[in-house]
């Protein structure tokens, strides 16, 4: 019996020491981030992994190159307007998919999956030339269009629209209530757990979204933060300390985005309904 608990408690050890050594390493980059802000370049390049004294002057000399308000509206208009026009109609387009039954559904449904498998370098330049022809060049309107309908959150919303109880739309149908009042007033109450996680998988991925606003936004006043601080490293002699500080201050919404919500995500990625 001793020689159980003493092998149970080896293993629970080595479990716990490896899972402790995986986060660390998952969280040191953040870490290195947060120390890297407060030395200065050269001290950054040589690998230094202690705290320095060049914070305020990074701090500085990042609001002295960047016009931090504006860079930061521009990059919560399009990753909030984008979001809630993405749940808005992937999760209407999931939801009609699973309630709606007709002999083309899943024809059209198998068709809106395969774009998953189309990848984004393909169809970069058609895009470009339909913004143009659009107008749209250079406005934060080109980055939100093509992302409302992504294929992966309208299948993610029918699955879990499986889960939705059908007697509460008989009921609602039954009391008069029209498709669209069941949408708002049932169905999204409904699935908030389902929404919340969306949420934070699509603003994360509005709000470090790169490739496609570096093509489309060509002015320095409707940039992004992930531009800026990318155009901040790249330099011919780039200061690390306020690229540093740049990136923290990139990470930081997502970070409180998810924190604020980690319950809410937890319970819509293990497909809870209440």
Request: proline letters at 4%; aromatic letters at 14%; a positive charge.
């Amino acid at each position: 019996m001793t020689l159980r608990l003493v092998k149970r408690y080896t293993a629970a050890t080595l479990i716990y020491a490896a899972l402790g050594l995986a986060a660390f390493i998952s969280v040191f980059p953040f870490i290195w981030m947060v120390i890297g802000a407060t030395n200065t370049t050269a001290d950054i390049v040589t690998g230094k992994v202690s705290f320095g004294a060049a914070l305020l002057d990074n701090i500085s000399t990042f609001v002295t190159q960047v016009d931090v308000p504006l860079i930061m509206w521009n990059s919560v208009k399009i990753a909030v307007a984008g979001t809630l026009l993405t749940l808005f109609v992937s999760s209407l387009a999931g939801y009609g998919f699973e309630i709606f039954r007709s002999k083309m559904r899943e024809r059209i449904y198998a068709a809106v999956l395969l774009t998953l498998m189309v990848p984004f370098a393909a169809i970069m330049i058609p895009l470009f030339m339909l913004m143009g022809k659009a107008g749209l060049i250079d406005t934060h309107l080109a980055v939100i269009l093509p992302t409302i309908a992504w294929a992966f959150v309208i299948f993610y919303f029918r699955q879990a629209s499986k889960a939705f109880p059908s007697e509460l739309r008989d009921a609602a149908k039954v009391d008069g209530l029209k498709e669209w009042q069941i949408f708002l007033f049932i169905y999204v109450p409904v699935m908030r757990s389902t929404y919340a996680a969306a949420f934070v998988i699509v603003f994360m991925l509005n709000w470090n979204n790169y490739l496609w606003p570096l093509i489309i936004l060509q002015s320095n006043e409707t940039k992004t933060i992930t531009l800026v601080v990318s155009s901040l490293a790249s330099a011919y002699y780039p200061d690390y300390g306020t690229v540093m500080i740049g990136t923290i201050l990139a990470t930081l919404p997502t970070l409180f985005i998810f924190f604020a919500m980690q319950r809410q995500f937890v319970q819509g990625m293990l497909g809870s309904v209440k």
